[in-house]
């Protein structure tokens, strides 16, 4: 399974972007797949997530409402939506795709078997 990321970039604040992520080698519709970021001199944490099975979406706090993650299995492809971005999103995403996930594995990124690469998106105020 290999996952790559894609669709970061430099926005200003108030901006959209929207991210995606393809996978080769699987087919996507059976893996659940979340939106994790990682800041400059912060831990990774979980932004939002989309579950294989039903498609069930949850969200960050931080990211509820401007944020909205999408899935297309035809194109083993997941999508994360980024409106009204704000400076403190400014951080590399990466994408990750887990198997069998409960909804206590979801937010956890050590339940991710597969990553990305990362994709750094930079939000200027």
């Known amino acids: 399974v290999q996952l790559q990321a894609s669709g970061g970039g430099l926005v200003q604040a108030g901006g959209s972007l929207r991210l995606s992520c393809a996978a080769s080698g699987c087919s996507f519709s059976n893996f659940a797949v979340g939106w994790f970021r990682q800041a400059p001199g912060k831990e990774r944490e979980f932004v939002a997530v989309i579950r294989n099975s039903g498609g069930a979406t949850y969200y960050a706090d931080a990211v509820k409402g401007r944020f909205s993650i999408s899935r297309d299995n035809a194109k083993n492809t997941v999508f994360l939506q980024m409106n009204s971005l704000k400076p403190e999103d400014t951080a590399v995403y990466y994408c990750?795709?887990?198997?069998?996930?409960?909804?206590?594995?979801?937010?956890?990124?050590?339940?991710?078997?597969?990553w990305g690469q990362g994709t750094l998106v930079t939000v200027s105020s």
């Open positions: 990750a795709a887990g198997r069998n996930l409960i909804y206590s594995d979801i937010r956890s990124s050590d339940r991710y078997g597969y």
